[in-house]
C-alpha cells in the first residue's frame, strides 16, 4: 500500500517533468533567433523587432540571438546549438530554405516550435511568416517599366548572388520584364545588400556614358538618389524599398520619381507573436503566411499620400519605415527603437 | 617545462583547454550530452578541412587565400552532379570532385612556381576566379545529395562489444573527419615528400641546396590542400544538401586556427592535430556564447580576443621555458 502509493507519486512526478519536458505548456518561454546576415539595416530592424516584440509580449523571459554573418552550414550550427540550449521556439531567417532543413527538422523533433520569418524553408513542420519577395520585385519593376513608357533601358540592381529573397525577386522582376517586350536591362549587378557597394555600382556605370532610363534596386536605394544627385545625372525614375532615407527622398528631391515598395523588417516581430500562439496552442489554419508587400509611387496623390505619412526622419536611413504589422505586432515605437530585448 | 613546451607541449595545452570548455559547457548547460557532441562534430567538418587545406600550404612556406572559394566550388559541382542522378552515380561525384579539388589546388601551385608570383597575390586572384566560377556552375543554392553521402555525417557509429553509452559518444562524423584527414596527412607526414614540404617552408635555400625539388613539392602541397579543400566542400553538401555558390566564413576561420593551432605562420613547423583541436575549442566556444546568450555583436570581440590571449599566453609561457 505505501509502496503503490509512493509509486504513485514517483510516476506522477514523472508526467509532470514529461509533459514540461515536451511541451513547456505554460510560460515565460525561452526563445531562439538565429540570422545570418549582420550589419544590415534590414535585419537589425528585423533583430529589434523581435526583440521588442518579446518585451511587448510578457511571455518571454529570455532570448537567445545567433546573428553573425554565415552560410547555411554556419546557420546549422547555430540551430544546433539553439537546441542544445533548450529553447521553446525558434525564430529564423533562413540563410536558404533547403539547406537547414535537417537543423529544423531535428528542432521539431526536440518538441521546439520552429517560424521562419521573411523567406521560406522546405521542412515541413516548420511554420513560415514571410514577405511575399517574387510580389515584392514584380510591383515595383512594372511600375517601373510603366513609368518610363514600356520601351527603354533600366539598371537591374539585385541583391547577394545566391541568396533565396534575390532569386524569388528576380522571378518577380523577369514575370514584369516578359510583359513589356521593349523593356531592357542595360546592367545588371548584385549589390550584395551593401549600400557602399552600392553606390560605387552606380557611379561607375553613370561614367560609362551608357543611357538608362530607370533604376530598379533590391533595397540599396538612398546611395542610388544620392549618387545621381551627387554627379548632377538626369533623374530618372528608381524603385527601392520603404527604407526610411528613401522614403523621405521620394518626398523632397525635387524632380524624382521614384515608387517604394514595402518590405517589413518587423516580420521578425511578427514571427515571435506566430511562435507564441503555436507554444500557447493556438496553431495557424495555414502552414504558410505571407504578408503581401504594397507600393507607395510618388507620382501619384495617393502614393504621397501613403509615403509622406510613413516618411519618419527619425529613424535610421536604413531602416524600413513599416516597424510595426497590423494585427502581428504589439509593441511602440520606442520599444523597437530602444531595441531592448527582455532582461536587458 | 622548456621541453615539454619544445615537444608537444602546445597541442597537449590545446587538448586540456578544449577539455576545461567541456567541463564549462557541462557546468552552465547540465543537459550537453552525447547528441549535442554530435552536432558540434558536424559543425567542426567543414572548418575542420579547410584548416587541413590550410596548415599543409603554411608549413610549406605560402598561405592560400582560395581555400573557402575552392571548398563553395566543389560543393556546387557535387550538389550539381547529384541533383536528379541516382544514388549510385554518386560514387562517382565524390572522387571526381576530389580529383577537380587535387587538380584546381596544383594549377595553384604551378601558377605560383611558373609566374614567380607571390602566393598571397595568386591565391587571391583564384579566390575570385573560384567564386565566379561557383557561380556560373550553380547561379543560386541548389542542386542535392546523395542519400548516403548525407547519411555519413548522420548519428553514430555502432561497434559490436561496446555498450552504447561509449558509442554514442562517437559521432559517423568523427570517424569520416580522422579517416579523411588520416589517410592523406599520416603517409604524407611520414613520407619523404612530407619532409620535403617542412624543408621548404623551414629553408628554401637550404632546402634546394639539399637536393629537394622545390618547385615540385609546393605544387604537391598546394595540390593536397586543394584536395582537402574538395573534402571540405563535400563535407558542406552533405550536411547542407546543397551547394551554396557564395563561399562561407572559412578563409579567415582557417588562418585562425593554424595559428591557434601552433603552426608558425612563416612555415617549417608545426602540425595538423594542432590546427583540428584549434577548430573544436573555437567551434565549441561559439557554442558556449550561443547557451550564455551573450549579445551576438559582443560574441564576435569574445572569440577575437579568446584567440589573441591563447597565443599570446602561449608565447609567454615558451619564452619563460627558454630563459629559466
New interface residues.
Given amino acids: 500500500m505505501r509502496n503503490s502509493r509512493y509509486l504513485a507519486t514517483l510516476l506522477g512526478g514523472a508526467a509532470l517533468l514529461a509533459s514540461a519536458v515536451a511541451s513547456n505548456a505554460e510560460g515565460p518561454y525561452t526563445i531562439g533567433v538565429s540570422n545570418t546576415v549582420?550589419g544590415n539595416g534590414w535585419r537589425e530592424e528585423m533583430i529589434c523587432a523581435i526583440k521588442a516584440q518579446a518585451l511587448a509580449s510578457g511571455e518571454v523571459d529570455?532570448?537567445?540571438?545567433?546573428?553573425?554573418?554565415?552560410?547555411?552550414?554556419?546557420q546549422?550550427?547555430?540551430l544546433?546549438?539553439?537546441?542544445?540550449?533548450?529553447v521553446d521556439a525558434i525564430v529564423v531567417n533562413p540563410?536558404?530554405p533547403?539547406?537547414?532543413?535537417?537543423a529544423l527538422e531535428e528542432a521539431t523533433k526536440a518538441g521546439i516550435v520552429v517560424v521562419a520569418v521573411d523567406q521560406t524553408v522546405t521542412e515541413p513542420t516548420a511554420y513560415i511568416i514571410s514577405n511575399n519577395q517574387e510580389e515584392y520585385a514584380y510591383l515595383g519593376a512594372k511600375w517601373l517599366f510603366e513609368t518610363i513608357g514600356g520601351k527603354g533601358s533600366v539598371v537591374y540592381m539585385r541583391g547577394?548572388?545566391?541568396?533565396?529573397a534575390?532569386?524569388d525577386r528576380d522571378t518577380g522582376f523577369k514575370r514584369a520584364l516578359a510583359e513589356f517586350p521593349d523593356v531592357t536591362v542595360a546592367h545588371e549587378v548584385f549589390t550584395g545588400w551593401q549600400q557602399d557597394q552600392g553606390k560605387q555600382q552606380i557611379l561607375d556605370f553613370i561614367s560609362s556614358g551608357l543611357p538608362f532610363d530607370g533604376i530598379w534596386t533590391s533595397g540599396i536605394d538612398n546611395v542610388i538618389v544620392d549618387a545621381l544627385v551627387e554627379s548632377q545625372t538626369p533623374l530618372v525614375p528608381v524603385v527601392g524599398a520603404d527604407n526610411a532615407g528613401f522614403v523621405g527622398q521620394l518626398t523632397s528631391v525635387e524632380g524624382l520619381k521614384g515608387a517604394a515598395v514595402t518590405n517589413p523588417g518587423s516580420i521578425g516581430g511578427a514571427g515571435v507573436t506566430l511562435a507564441l500562439q503555436i507554444l500557447n496552442g493556438k496553431k495557424p489554419a495555414e502552414q504558410t503566411v505571407l504578408v503581401n508587400p504594397q507600393i507607395w509611387a510618388n507620382t501619384t496623390d495617393e502614393g504621397m499620400a501613403q509615403l509622406k505619412a510613413a516618411a519618419d526622419p527619425s529613424l535610421s536611413p536604413e531602416w524600413p519605415v513599416s516597424i510595426s504589422i497590423p494585427d502581428w505586432t504589439t509593441y511602440s515605437k520606442e520599444q523597437i527603437v530602444a531595441c531592448k530585448g527582455p532582461g536587458e | 617545462m622548456m621541453a615539454f613546451f619544445r615537444g608537444k607541449g602546445w597541442v597537449t595545452g590545446l587538448f586540456v583547454l578544449l577539455a576545461l570548455l567541456f567541463v564549462f559547457t557541462r557546468v552552465i548547460?547540465p543537459?550537453?550530452g552525447a547528441?549535442?557532441f554530435g552536432?558540434l562534430v558536424?559543425?567542426v567538418l567543414?572548418f575542420a578541412f579547410a584548416v587541413a587545406a590550410q596548415t599543409v600550404v603554411v608549413i610549406a612556406g605560402g598561405i592560400d587565400l582560395s581555400v573557402a572559394s575552392m571548398m563553395a566550388l566543389t560543393s556546387v559541382i557535387a550538389a550539381a552532379m547529384m541533383d536528379g542522378a541516382s544514388e549510385e552515380f554518386a560514387l562517382l561525384v565524390v572522387p571526381f570532385v576530389l580529383l577537380v579539388g587535387f587538380a584546381l589546388g596544383a594549377l595553384n601551385g604551378i601558377l605560383i612556381v611558373v609566374t614567380r608570383v607571390p602566393d598571397i597575390v595568386v591565391t587571391l586572384a583564384m579566390l575570385f576566379v573560384l567564386q565566379g566560377a561557383a557561380?556560373l556552375v550553380?547561379?543560386?543554392?541548389?542542386g542535392s545529395a546523395a542519400e548516403w553521402l548525407?547519411e555519413l555525417v548522420?548519428g553514430t557509429v555502432g561497434m559490436p562489444g561496446v555498450p552504447e553509452a561509449v558509442t554514442d559518444w562517437i559521432p559517423k562524423g568523427l570517424v569520416l573527419l580522422l579517416v579523411c584527414l588520416g589517410v592523406v596527412w599520416i603517409p604524407l607526414r611520414r613520407s619523404w615528400l612530407g619532409l620535403s614540404i617542412y624543408a621548404i617552408g623551414s629553408n628554401q635555400l637550404a632546402a634546394f641546396r639539399s637536393g629537394v625539388p622545390v618547385a615540385r613539392t609546393r605544387i604537391v602541397a598546394y595540390a593536397i590542400a586543394g584536395l582537402f579543400g574538395a573534402m571540405g566542400g563535400l563535407t558542406?553538401t552533405m550536411?547542407?544538401?546543397?551547394g551554396?555558390?557564395?563561399?562561407?566564413?572559412y578563409l579567415l576561420a582557417s588562418v585562425a586556427s593554424v595559428v591557434l593551432g601552433g603552426v608558425v605562420l612563416g612555415g617549417g613547423r608545426g602540425g595538423l592535430v594542432g590546427p583540428i583541436v584549434a577548430v573544436f575549442l573555437l567551434?565549441l566556444v561559439?557554442?558556449d556564447l550561443?547557451?550564455l546568450?551573450i549579445?551576438?555583436?559582443v560574441?564576435?570581440i569574445v572569440e577575437g580576443t579568446i584567440m589573441v590571449v591563447v597565443v599570446m599566453l602561449g608565447a609567454f609561457l615558451a619564452m619563460r621555458g627558454r630563459t629559466q
Avoid at chain 2, 550553380?138 to 541548389?142: Q, R
Avoid at chain 2, 550536411?239 to 546543397?242: K, L
Avoid at chain 2, 551554396?244 to 566564413?249: E, K, L, Q, R, Y
Fill in positions: 549582420q529570455k532570448l537567445n540571438i545567433a546573428h553573425r554573418n554565415t552560410d547555411a552550414s554556419g546549422l550550427e547555430d544546433r546549438n539553439l537546441i542544445s540550449a533548450g540563410a536558404d533547403a539547406g537547414i532543413k535537417a547577394a548572388a545566391g541568396a533565396s534575390d532569386s | 548547460q543537459n550537453y547528441n549535442d552536432s558536424r559543425a567543414p557561380l550553380l547561379g543560386a543554392p541548389g548525407k548522420v558542406l550536411s547542407t544538401g546543397i551554396a555558390p557564395i563561399p562561407g566564413p567551434r561559439r557554442t550561443t547557451l546568450a549579445d551576438p555583436n560574441a564576435a
